[in-house]
């Protein structure tokens, strides 16, 4: 039942910004941890932003000074705001989050992954 779904992706020149969403939805108890996982062509999948509950954050060293991962936990909600974009940046951006789930049998702690969003910057 629980799902993530991204939105904000999009094509955007060098320089350019955009602002990513990833929305949780469904039966949660609680979400610990989210974060911006990006693919590449060519490329491993690289971790882009985390960022706690209280709202503690960490960065790849490749978007620091750029990018800025935020949440809002009301809204069970994270967002990636993407500054200074460039085409190197390309990617299909991924959200994740490990989110607690009450059970019959106690609460329960999965990692959860959207479909990811297309971010094509043009040079």
């Known amino acids: 039942q629980v799902q993530l779904a991204e939105s904000g992706g999009g094509l955007v020149q060098a320089g350019g910004s955009l602002r990513l969403s990833c929305a949780a939805s469904?039966?949660?108890?609680?979400?610990?941890?989210m974060s911006w996982f990006r693919q590449a062509p060519g490329k491993q999948r690289e971790l882009v932003a985390v960022v706690t509950r209280d709202a503690v954050t960490n960065y790849a060293e490749s978007v620091k000074g750029r990018f800025t991962i935020s949440r809002d936990n009301a809204k069970n909600t994270v967002y990636l705001q993407m500054n200074s974009l460039k085409p190197e940046d390309t990617a299909v951006y991924v959200c994740?989050?490990?989110?607690?789930?009450?059970?019959?049998?106690?609460?329960?702690?999965?990692?959860?992954w959207g479909q990811g969003t297309q971010v094509t910057v043009s040079s």
């Open positions: 469904g039966r949660i108890f609680r979400i610990n941890r």
């Open positions: 994740n989050a490990e989110i607690v789930t009450a059970q019959p049998e106690g609460l329960m702690t999965v990692n959860y």
